[in-house]
């Protein structure tokens, strides 16, 4: 009796790790001098037990979110927009400079290092994810302008 009501429980228990079938790790934006409206957005993603894409983003603070990649055409890297990127199952998807990555466009301030900004993941099939993406300076491009000042 007891393993038959056990098993009528079991579907339930099935039914949610299928929602949360995307695994995030490392989330970062770059943090941007305050005249630069945009940035850009990278993490690795993992679809754990079936193929699925991330199809969009909205990110807090941030008038536009789109997925992006960088292709070479005529020996130029070009940004171009994609619908989704897509993600096999057990395969890690890294968004990084020089690849797919997550376009912030009007942010409505600039990002402080060391803060999180929060973005919501949308994908084709697993449940929207709510990521909280750190603010890092990354490549060094402004040097020396931010080593003075203490908060």
């Known amino acids: ?5 056990l098993f009528g429980f079991f579907p339930l228990l099935c039914a949610l790790p299928a929602m949360a079938a995307i695994e995030v790790s490392d989330p ?5 001098p305050p005249s630069v409206p945009n940035t850009a957005g ?3 993603l ?14 807090e603070g941030v008038k536009t979110t789109e997925l992006h990649t960088l292709l070479q055409q005529d ?22 400079e020089g690849g797919y990555h997550l376009m912030m466009m ?13 973005c919501e993941l949308r994908f084709r099939y697993a449940a929207p994810q709510s ?6 300076r990354m490549g060094g491009e402004d040097e020396g302008h931010h080593h003075h000042h203490h908060h």
């Open 75 to 96: 020996g130029m890297m070009k940004m171009r927009p994609v619908e989704a990127i897509e993600l096999k199952a057990g395969d890690a998807v890294a968004l990084t």
């Open 131 to 136: 990521v909280a993406f750190t603010v890092t």
């Open 1 to 5: 009796m007891m393993f038959k009501r």
């Open 28 to 32: 970062q934006v770059r943090a941007m």
């Open 106 to 118: 009007g942010l409505q301030q600039p990002l402080e290092e060391g803060k999180t900004l929060s």
């Open 42 to 44: 990278y993490l690795v």
């Open 46 to 59: 993992t679809s754990t037990d079936k193929d699925d894409a991330l199809v969009g983003a909205r990110c």
